[in-house]
């Protein structure tokens, strides 16, 4: 979101006032279908994300919910 209080869909726009942010890109965290989390990067003054930045930032939370799936499936034992 280039200028996040403009956007209708976002919700916490009391918190992003009192913070002073204002653009952010919101990626799903997915396991399968199943949103399981989501990674907001804030930033202080409008700015337009590039395609480079969401495809890093979304290798990163991809990266991350394969290692929480990881992790939970060695706490249920079916992991080596």
Do not use: H
């Not at 952010?24 to 989390?37: A, L, R, W």
């Not at 590039?50 to 060695?74: N, W």
């Amino acid at each position: 979101m280039y200028y996040v209080l403009k956007e209708e869909k976002y919700k916490e726009k009391k918190f992003v006032r009192k913070e002073g942010l204002v653009s952010i890109p919101c990626i799903p965290m997915m396991v399968k279908d199943k949103v399981i989390g989501v990674l907001n990067v804030y930033t202080n003054k409008p700015y337009e994300f590039t395609k480079a930045e969401i495809i890093l930032l979304s290798t990163i939370v991809y990266i991350y919910a394969i290692s929480q799936v990881a992790e939970a499936m060695k706490v249920r034992g079916i992991w080596p």
